[in-house]
């Protein structure tokens, strides 16, 4: 399809047109691990490179051929690379970029995966990862040189929705022709377009909004197709391909990525405002607040602000406890991006282990509870709260 159609028309459409076999509305899994084919002349067709051709599901495979040309669209990019989780993505795309002896500049706080493979992983691999605060930016200039391969971001952070500057990312990295990739799994290609403020890649977890249902695993690499060729190779050799099924899920999640977003965005917008005049909450996190310190700046990059909300409670975990054990409608789990809301305490999850000092620098309490809006009546969401904060 055209990429001239707005949205919601290409997360329906586009990549569907060219495997439909007659009479199929919707694309079919091919749930097979290799290819036949007719003769040796075939084979060697494919070796050359007709897209028309696969051999082995690791290697290509039509389903996932078709996921991988709608999240190119959404997102504006030349090409895409569907893998096996958020965090293929991620690691597939650095160590295509990224050698031993040459390094890496990423933004901290990121997801807690994510922090872990570059700072542990890495360091194994003699990748260097310098880590800086995106509230303080342009310290990053005294870290770029000639070895450096990649800067990273993710902007919303987890878990308080944190928001970097991505043009003001560009504008540094430029400077010494050092790619971007930007995570933009919290916001959504609806909330934001990374690669349009400049940015050369995005990342997500497909797992998350993508997918959309709580019913998958599965990462993307959007990018130049130069880029995403190369990644294919790392990806083929490291293993990480996607399953068809899985690329199928997030096929039918991504149709309706508009209308569950759109929801999100008006529920979390709503429970952030609930949550700020409560007087049992002492901070609420979200960019979408005009209170917000970050709203103008949120304002500039992103159209929606997404359905993740952080707020804290007076009493520490004690009291953030009693919240979510009160919680009916939010069910008191991890992840996010789903049709149903969830809820769950950063220091027993994704900052679990940290020390006082590693909290302290992600600005996470005791007292936090990170909620992950879904798709219900936001009536019933606010009065889900409202019963749940009465517990403290
Ligand atoms: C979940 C998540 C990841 C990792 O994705 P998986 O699909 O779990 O591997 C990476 N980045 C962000 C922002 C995430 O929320």
Known sequence: MERKYRLSTLAIHAGEEEFSPPGAVTTPIYQTSTFAFRNTAEVIEYQKGDPSKYL??????????????????????????????GMAAVSTLALTLASSGEEIISTEPVYGGTFHLFKDTFARLGIKVHFVDPGRIDEAKGLLNDNTRLFFCETPTNPNLKVADIRRIVEIARESEVPVAIDNTFATP????????????????????????????????????????????????????????????????????????DRQNKNGMKVAEFLSAHDKVSRVFYPGLTGSAQHDLAKSQMRGFGGMVCFEVRGGLESAGKVADS???FINATS???????ACLPVLTSHWGFDEEELKRADVTPGMVRLSCGIEDEQDLLEDLEQALKNI
């Open 190 to 261: 609806y909330n934001q377009s990374p690669l349009s403020l400049g940015a050369d890649f995005v990342v997500h977890s497909g797992t998350k909004y993508l997918g959309g249902h709580s019913d998958l695993v599965a990462g993307v690499i959007v990018g130049p197709k130069k880029v995403t060729d190369r990644a294919i190779e790392t990806m083929k050799m490291m293993g990480g391909c996607i399953d068809p099924f899985g690329a199928f899920l997030l096929l039918r999640g991504l149709k309706t990525l508009a209308v569950r977003v």
């Open 327 to 329: 919680l009916k409608v």
């Open 336 to 342: 996010l991006g789903g049709v149903e809301s969830l």
């Open 56 to 85: 082995y599901t690791r290697y290509g495979n039509p389903t996932v051929a078709v996921v991988e040309k709608k999240m190119a669209a959404l997102e504006g990019g030349e090409a895409a690379l569907v893998v096996s989780s």
